[in-house]
């Protein structure tokens, strides 16, 4: 069974802070992961994804993957109260039918004005 | 913008009757999935299907739901008879296709509460 895991917090953090969050995935043949942001009672929407290792920074995200250690992280600089929400993280990987998608149960951020 | 769309957005009903939620994904996406969110859970893929064809069913409940993609554009996703544990978040997504790398779209859901 594929999994993905995360902490599912919640993560409180002073607004202004970088907040980390984090997410370890079971198959080694996971070849793309992604970061999605839920807010409460609203769909997911993406944020980031990364396909290779090391760092990928967009704005005040940064995505780090370590495909070696089966971990990816998302570091979100600056936080502010509009970033309270649940992260997903999702992993893709090669499966019948394709690439199919395995999301995390999702880490809930709290950031305190 | 391009977006996928879902109705109903709210649906409530009563146990052992039935329930229907309709999908049209962004144009040009050949793939297109179906996934049940518990409160406090990810989202957990029901059916995906490329183009009109079912690929991935492994976690539909097959006794009760039932999903069809006929024309391979717009999508519907039934349920019959509805129980309790039904109740959750129903999510649609399409991509352009699921032989590469690339983003998931989602449609803003159908909220189901079964009495």
């Known amino acids: 069974q594929k999994e993905v895991e995360q902490n599912s917090g919640p993560l409180s953090v002073p607004e202004g802070a970088i907040a980390s969050l984090n997410c370890t995935y079971s198959?080694?043949?996971?070849?793309?992961f992604f970061w999605y942001r839920q807010y409460s009672g609203k769909s997911p929407e993406l944020i980031m994804f990364?396909?290779?290792?090391g760092d990928k920074e967009d704005g005040r995200f940064t995505a780090q993957l370590n495909k070696a250690s089966q971990y990816v992280s998302l570091l979100i600089r600056d936080s502010q109260p509009s970033d309270s929400a649940t992260y997903l993280c999702?992993?893709?990987?090669?499966?019948?039918?394709?690439?199919?998608?395995?999301f995390g149960a999702g880490t809930r951020l709290f950031v305190k004005a | 913008e391009a977006e996928v769309a879902q109705s109903p957005r709210y649906k409530i009903t009563e146990k052992s009757q039935a329930v229907a939620f309709w999908c049209d994904p962004i144009?040009?996406?050949?793939?297109l999935y179906w996934y049940r969110q518990i409160l406090g859970q990810g989202p957990e893929l029901l059916v995906q299907?490329?183009?009109?064809?079912?690929?991935?069913d492994s976690q539909l409940p097959k006794d009760r739901f039932s999903a069809e993609r006929l024309k391979g554009v717009d999508s519907t996703l039934k349920i019959q008879p509805a129980e309790l544990g039904d109740s959750a978040m129903y999510l649609c997504?399409?991509?352009?296709?699921?032989?590469?790398?690339?983003?998931?779209?989602f449609g803003p859901g159908t909220r189901l509460t079964v009495l």
């Open positions: 997504a399409s991509r352009v296709t699921s032989l590469g790398d690339n983003e998931q779209f």
């Open positions: 990364i396909y290779s290792n």
């Open positions: 999702a992993v893709n990987g090669i499966d019948t039918g394709g690439f199919k998608t395995i």
């Open positions: 144009s040009g996406h050949a793939t």
């Open positions: 299907f490329q183009d009109e064809s079912v690929v991935d």
């Open positions: 198959d080694r043949g996971s070849q793309s």
